[in-house]
């Protein structure tokens, strides 16, 4: 919408775009530059802080070529750039009224300001010097007219004559101040070309020394990052070697660890199976003694039984010897038998004595043998039952450090898993790095080559451009001796033209006074006419 009117309009001769992001659309703002360009009313514009790129500014510079009116403009906090400075100065080559260009806070390299700054002091020497020249050719001609009125009112007479020299005379002062002009116009031309291309040649020995001292920094950068790159290399593979070789003296330490540690697990496992053989045999053992036990308690319970058995046909023997010796002895006093009745009581009493001692003792000894067994087999169970438990314990043991020895050889295999992860991550980052560094050194090298090639399209043209500037100073001392020559003709002209001026002035002075006396003596013989005459006469005495 700004590029149609200002393509369109015909009044506006200032306009104020700041604040207003006009740079951020590269179409829009194109628009707005080709309106610029068709103007030819607008003198001053603004456009502070409006995010105009490079781009913006090249299109800025297009438009400023053709653009004829405008002289001020504003382009302060914006992101122009170098690329953006060069549009600009490249553009004030052409522009010629342009006479005040803000540029400050857009990344403008110095020269390219100065080069700016020279241009705007050109332009404004230029404008100076045209309005100077024209107040002395508006003062000049007011001058020529004033003369020409004095001489159309002085020489009356010699109108006609007078008229023609001075329109000769006017003609050849037009015709000289045109040459003049010209001549000045190209010398002027030709003195600005030679300050734009000295400017240029400035700015780009300028661009030349910045682009070798780039090269230079680039080459000892390039060095120290070959150098740096060499040296993490070599401390990336002396690592990779010391991890390596640490690695592998791990691996070779959990591996003897691992062999160990499975030897000590068979070991571990045979006696465990030994243990639990041992154990079997001590259960079988134990059930054979619990079945002796058995046994024994139920021979014990059947001698007992047999013990009762014989107490018992013992008391029945007893009893019926005494249930004999009570017929007996009612037999002896039946029959009166005492001798006899004693003498079996005696032997009675003695059997019986026998049959209670030996009774007596089979008890005693049989509970002794009873006891004395249930003491060994308590022993003996006693014995078992400690062993077995020491076995149960040294199997607990033994089981326990068979799980501490495959929790061990389990966290050794996971902390060798973890060291080959970790040689693996490793040797990924060197690779990755050494990667990066040659896509480094190639992008480095690549951009290296660019601004070879941009250097050497840049020193070509320089020598491009001293041919240029050469030629140009040779057309410029043709210019100026041509000048010089056409100088020195016009003043030659215009010698002869003040001499002839100084000769018809004399001979206008003398025609001057010929007319005078012949005036003087045309009233002298008028007065004298009018004297001698009788009017005279009659009108001196009224």
Same mark, same amino acid.
């Given at each position: 919408?700004?590029?149609?009117?200002?393509?369109?309009?015909?009044?506006?001769?200032?306009?104020?775009?700041?604040?207003?992001?006009?740079?951020?659309?590269?179409?829009?703002?194109?628009?707005?530059?080709?309106?610029?360009?068709?103007?030819?009313?607008?003198?001053?514009?603004?456009?502070?802080?409006?995010?105009?790129?490079?781009?913006?500014?090249?299109?800025?510079?297009? #438009?400023?070529?053709?653009?004829?009116?405008?002289?001020?403009?504003?382009?302060?906090?914006?992101?122009?750039?170098?690329?953006? $400075?060069?549009?600009?100065?490249?553009?004030?080559?052409?522009?010629? *009224?342009?006479?005040?260009?803000?540029?400050?806070?857009?990344?403008?390299?110095?020269?390219?300001?100065?080069?700016?700054?020279?241009?705007?002091?050109?332009?404004?020497?230029?404008?100076?010097?045209?309005?100077?020249?024209?107040?002395?050719?508006?003062?000049?001609?007011?001058?020529?007219?004033?003369?020409?009125?004095?001489?159309?009112?002085?020489?009356?007479?010699?109108?006609?004559?007078?008229?023609?020299?001075?329109?000769?005379?006017?003609?050849?002062?037009?015709?000289?101040?045109?040459?003049?002009?010209?001549?000045?116009?190209?010398?002027?031309?030709?003195? =600005?070309?030679?300050?734009?291309?000295? *400017?240029?040649?400035?700015?780009?020995?300028?661009?030349? #020394?910045?682009?070798?001292?780039?090269?230079?920094?680039?080459?000892?950068?390039?060095?120290?990052?070959?150098?740096?790159?060499?040296?993490?290399?070599?401390?990336? &593979?002396?690592?990779?070697?010391?991890?390596?070789?640490?690695?592998?003296?791990?691996?070779?330490?959990?591996?003897?660890?691992?062999?160990?540690?499975?030897?000590?697990?068979?070991?571990?496992?045979?006696?465990?199976?030994?243990?639990?053989?041992?154990?079997?045999?001590?259960?079988?053992?134990?059930?054979?003694?619990?079945?002796?036990?058995?046994?024994?308690?139920?021979?014990?319970?059947?001698?007992?039984?047999?013990?009762?058995?014989?107490?018992?046909?013992?008391?029945?023997?007893?009893?019926?010897?005494?249930?004999?010796?009570?017929?007996?002895?009612?037999?002896?006093?039946?029959?009166?038998?005492?001798?006899?009745?004693?003498?079996?009581?005696?032997?009675?009493?003695?059997?019986?004595?026998?049959?209670?001692?030996?009774?007596?003792?089979?008890?005693?000894?049989?509970?002794?043998?009873?006891?004395?067994?249930?003491?060994?087999?308590?022993?003996?169970?006693?014995?078992?039952?400690?062993?077995?438990?020491?076995?149960?314990?040294?199997?607990?043991?033994?089981?326990?450090?068979?799980?501490?020895?495959?929790?061990?050889? +389990?966290?050794?295999?996971?902390?060798?898993?973890?060291? +080959?992860?970790?040689?693996?991550?490793?040797?990924?980052?060197?690779?990755?790095?050494?990667?990066?560094?040659?896509?480094?050194?190639?992008?480095?090298?690549?951009? /290296?080559?660019?601004?070879?090639?941009?250097?050497?399209?840049?020193?070509?043209?320089?020598? $491009?451009?001293?041919?240029?500037?050469?030629?140009?100073?040779?057309?410029?001392?043709?210019?100026?001796?041509?000048?010089?020559?056409?100088?020195?003709?016009?003043?030659?002209?215009?010698?002869?033209?003040?001499?002839? /001026?100084?000769?018809?002035?004399?001979?206008?002075?003398?025609?001057?006074?010929?007319?005078?006396?012949?005036? =003087?003596?045309?009233?002298?013989? &008028?007065?004298?006419?009018?004297?001698?005459?009788?009017? $005279?006469?009659? =009108?001196?005495?009224?």
């Amino acid at each position: 919408a700004l590029g149609k009117l200002l393509r369109q309009n015909k009044s506006i001769r200032s306009l104020t775009l700041e604040w207003n992001s006009l740079g951020l659309w590269e179409e829009g703002f194109s628009f707005f530059c080709q309106g610029l360009r068709a103007n030819n009313v607008l003198q001053r514009l603004d456009l502070r802080n409006n995010q105009i790129n490079h781009q913006g500014a090249g299109e800025l510079a297009m #438009a400023l070529t053709h653009n004829t009116s405008l002289q001020e403009l504003d382009l302060r906090w914006n992101n122009i750039g170098l690329l953006g $400075g060069r549009a600009l100065v490249n553009c004030l080559h052409s522009n010629k *009224t342009l006479k005040r260009l803000e540029l400050a806070g857009n990344n403008v390299p110095g020269d390219i300001l100065k080069a700016v700054e020279q241009a705007l002091d050109h332009n404004q020497d230029r404008d100076v010097i045209l309005s100077e020249a024209q107040n002395k050719v508006n003062i000049l001609s007011k001058e020529v007219l004033s003369l020409k009125d004095e001489k159309n009112k002085q020489f009356m007479d010699f109108v006609d004559t007078v008229d023609k020299q001075k329109e000769e005379r006017a003609r050849s002062e037009k015709m000289s101040a045109a040459r003049v002009s010209q001549l000045q116009e190209a010398l002027d031309e030709q003195y =600005s070309i030679m300050n734009s291309l000295k *400017t240029k040649l400035q700015m780009t020995e300028a661009a030349l #020394a910045l682009s070798e001292q780039k090269v230079r920094n680039l080459g000892e950068l390039l060095n120290a990052m070959k150098q740096e790159q060499n040296c993490v290399a070599e401390c990336h &593979i002396r690592e990779l070697q010391q991890q390596k070789q640490e690695g592998a003296d791990r691996e070779g330490k959990l591996l003897h660890d691992l062999s160990a540690a499975s030897e000590k697990n068979l070991l571990l496992r045979n006696q465990v199976d030994e243990l639990e053989r041992k154990c079997k045999v001590q259960q079988d053992q134990l059930f054979q003694v619990k079945q002796d036990l058995t046994s024994t308690t139920a021979e014990l319970k059947l001698r007992a039984v047999e013990a009762e058995e014989r107490l018992e046909m013992e008391k029945r023997r007893y009893k019926q010897s005494l249930e004999d010796v009570e017929s007996l002895r009612i037999k002896e006093v039946k029959m009166g038998f005492s001798a006899e009745l004693s003498q079996v009581k005696a032997a009675a009493l003695t059997e019986r004595g026998q049959a209670e001692e030996e009774l007596i003792k089979v008890r005693s000894q049989a509970r002794l043998e009873e006891q004395q067994r249930l003491e060994h087999l308590e022993e003996k169970l006693r014995l078992m039952t400690e062993s077995r438990d020491e076995a149960q314990n040294c199997c607990l043991k033994q089981k326990e450090m068979v799980a501490e020895a495959q929790a061990k050889a +389990k966290q050794l295999s996971l902390y060798a898993d973890g060291l +080959k992860r970790r040689l693996d991550e490793l040797q990924q980052d060197l690779d990755s790095k050494e990667e990066e560094k040659v896509t480094e050194l190639n992008k480095v090298k690549l951009e /290296l080559q660019e601004q070879i090639g941009h250097l050497e399209a840049e020193r070509t043209a320089q020598d $491009g451009l001293r041919e240029k500037i050469a030629a140009l100073e040779r057309q410029l001392k043709a210019l100026s001796s041509n000048h010089r020559e056409a100088l020195l003709d016009k003043e030659g002209e215009i010698s002869l033209l003040l001499e002839k /001026l100084r000769m018809k002035e004399a001979e206008i002075s003398r025609m001057r006074e010929e007319e005078a006396q012949r005036a =003087s003596f045309l009233q002298n013989a &008028i007065m004298a006419y009018v004297q001698g005459s009788p009017l $005279g006469t009659h =009108s001196s005495r009224k």
